[in-house]
């Protein structure tokens, strides 16, 4: 039985993916943080608010139009609220975030609306 004599390597770097199984016998974690946290450890929660954070950072860019930046805060906000309570990252809503989120971020579009 895994649980509180776990090694240092497994909190910082988890027991590997659908690790909150071994740890909840057999059951998944209720939000994303935690099934990162129990998969990934704290690395792989950092790396998750890494990824927060560099796309709201995105989102704060002036030379870009105001309609892409609020998508783009919008899209951020819907997957903050989802994965703190419920799970996001397995989700097939993440589908469709993910493809807008990549083609606004990817997508060259000026000021002046041109491209």
Not at 68 to 79: A, E, G, Q, Y
Not at 89 to 96: A, D, G, Q, W
């Amino acid at each position: 039985m895994i649980g509180y004599n776990s090694s240092s390597l497994h909190i910082l770097f988890g027991f590997g993916f659908v690790g909150s199984m071994k740890l909840a016998n057999g059951a998944f974690a209720h939000n994303d943080w935690l099934e990162i946290l129990s998969n990934y450890g704290i690395i792989g929660v950092l790396i998750y608010f890494f990824l927060f954070y560099s796309i709201i950072k995105y989102a704060w860019n002036r030379e870009w139009p105001k309609g892409k930046r609020i998508t783009i805060l919008t899209i951020v906000s819907m997957w903050l609220m989802i994965s703190m309570l419920s799970m996001w990252y397995t989700s097939i809503v993440t589908l469709f975030h993910s493809i807008i989120l990549a083609y606004l971020l990817g997508s060259k579009i000026k000021l002046n609306g041109g491209d």
